[in-house]
């Protein structure tokens, strides 16, 4: 069956970087176009990111010029390279590919 394990997320101090993965199986990963969630406490779940079969980029406007989506069919896995990282960038980051979801990784950005 179709699995996303994400990992990466943790604890970080405002302006610090992270790399969040998330690697699939079960399906033709090169042929999907997976994304990257986030859902705060007590907000919808949000775009972040996502990157076409082609590695064409979309990012929403609040992340943008500080996080990189990018992907490595090899290894069945789409990474977020998240820098400047601020207070309300916490939340619990999921991976989405072909409409299916991962367990999420909580990042918290706190001193």
């Known amino acids: 069956q179709v699995q996303l394990v994400e990992s990466g997320g943790c604890l970080v101090q405002p302006g610090g970087s992270l790399r969040l993965s998330c690697t699939a199986s079960?399906?033709?990963?090169?042929?999907?176009?997976p994304g990257w969630y986030r859902q705060a406490p007590g907000k919808e779940r949000e775009l972040v990111a996502t990157i076409s079969i082609w590695g064409n980029t979309n990012y929403a406007d609040s992340v943008k010029g500080r996080f990189t989506i990018s992907r490595d069919n090899a290894k069945n896995t789409v990474y977020l390279q998240m820098n400047s990282l601020k207070p309300e960038d916490t939340a619990v980051y999921y991976c989405?590919?072909?409409?299916?979801w991962g367990q999420g990784t909580p990042v918290t950005v706190s001193s």
């Open positions: 079960g399906i033709i990963f090169s042929i999907t176009a």
């Open positions: 989405n590919d072909y409409g299916y």
